[in-house]
């Protein structure tokens, strides 16, 4: 049960080289525990530094698993520092009282401006004459090179990322299709395709922007493939589960597939200083990128600033606006009050215990915020009390049976 903290004794554990304006956005709220890490960890080292961490902010490749999460008893809230959630068990994260926060749009430019490079480069048989350059060759000829001017695009996932690669597309005359499971405003000329097999019969680059679901996972096989127009090029910046890099590799090697840029991919290094394996690393004809789509100084840095902010917030104040996994409150300031997060499993007569543990202490509720979703409920309530009636409150809370967290704000 994790209760109230001066922000000097709350440890912030920053890993995979989180920017540095995150530590200073936690700096000038006023916390000063942060230990940061360059690379990501995992096993017990991991389990180790989280069980002392109450604020644990990680990128795409530190795996919070519901084990981990179950070792990691202080942890108050978890900060993705890039969109991508898919590596944190989000469910146990919440069953355990943990918000999960990201930053939705803050990289979303970087992958779009590398997915159009690439695209062009793809189109140009930049890669092959590249590398036989790096051979000492010279294969200076047009043969299969291509403006990227009149040709299509085909967009699938039509979201932060898709949108402002269709819009750059256009800008360079492409025309753009897309396909979405929701139904999406098209923006500039942008018109979605009838259907996935649509797009992919008339896109000559195919570039793929879904979430990791379990329906975007292995998305794209073989069929997926085969239904590409001949020698069209596919782009896959989202994630690795999302391509059967097999079946890709297969279709590389037929022709039926021109050329492939791809960033993310099914295993990838813990850090850079472990090995890059994949079957893509023969063919002349692909663009591999170590998952950089994001990884720009620009987006990095507003990215640090974005998700310490939240996670300050949270802290500070106990607003959950924008959690990913959780019920969203936004709260105002609680100057002349004491405020009491408490946070429990959403079965019927939580609320009742609550407000009986203030109504048994004789103190007036100045105010009550309460959110929840099917599992988890969220009660903030500001009180007219001392600290110590505050932190006896607190402890009143933490006896209700269904109590996840409870914590005082300092
Ligand atoms: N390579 C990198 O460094 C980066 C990779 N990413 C990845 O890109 C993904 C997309 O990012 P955003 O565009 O910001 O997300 P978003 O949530 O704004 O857009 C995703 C779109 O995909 C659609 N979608 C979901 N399932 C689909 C399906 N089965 N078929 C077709 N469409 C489907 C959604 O309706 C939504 O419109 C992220 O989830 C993340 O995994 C994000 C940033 C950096
Ligand atoms: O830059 C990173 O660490 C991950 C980027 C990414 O894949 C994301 O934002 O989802």
Known sequence: MKTSYPRKDIHVLLLEGVSPS???????????SIETHAGSLSGDALRERIAGAHIVG?????QLTADVLAEARRLMAVGCFCIGTNQVDLEAAARAGVPVFNAPYSNTRSVAEL?????IMLMRGVPARHAACLRG???????GSREVRGKTLGIVG????????????????MRVLFHDIEAKLSLGNARAAAGLDDLLARADAVTLHVPETPATR????????AAMKPGAHLVNASRGTVVDIDALAAALDSGHVGGAAIDVFPVEPKGN????ASPLTRFDNVILTPHVGGSTLEAQDNIGTEVASKLVRYSDNGSTLSAVNFPEVTLPGHEGSQRILHIHRNVPGVLSRVNEVFSQAGLNID?????????????VIDVGATPEQAVALKAGLAAIPETLRARVLY
């Open 22 to 32: 995150a530590v200073d956005a936690f700096r000038s709220a006023g916390y000063s």
């Open 58 to 62: 990680i990128r795409s490749r530190t």
């Open 115 to 119: 997915v159009i490079a690439e695209i």
């Open 137 to 143: 060759g010279w294969l200076k000829s047009a043969a």
């Open 158 to 173: 039509y979201g932060h990322i898709g949108t402002q690669v269709g819009l750059l597309a256009e800008g360079l005359g």
């Open 218 to 225: 292995m998305m794209f096989g073989a069929a997926e493939l």
């Open 273 to 276: 200083d472990d090995a890059f």
């Open 367 to 379: 105010g009550q915020y309460l959110r929840t979703d099917a599992n988890v409920g969220y009660v």
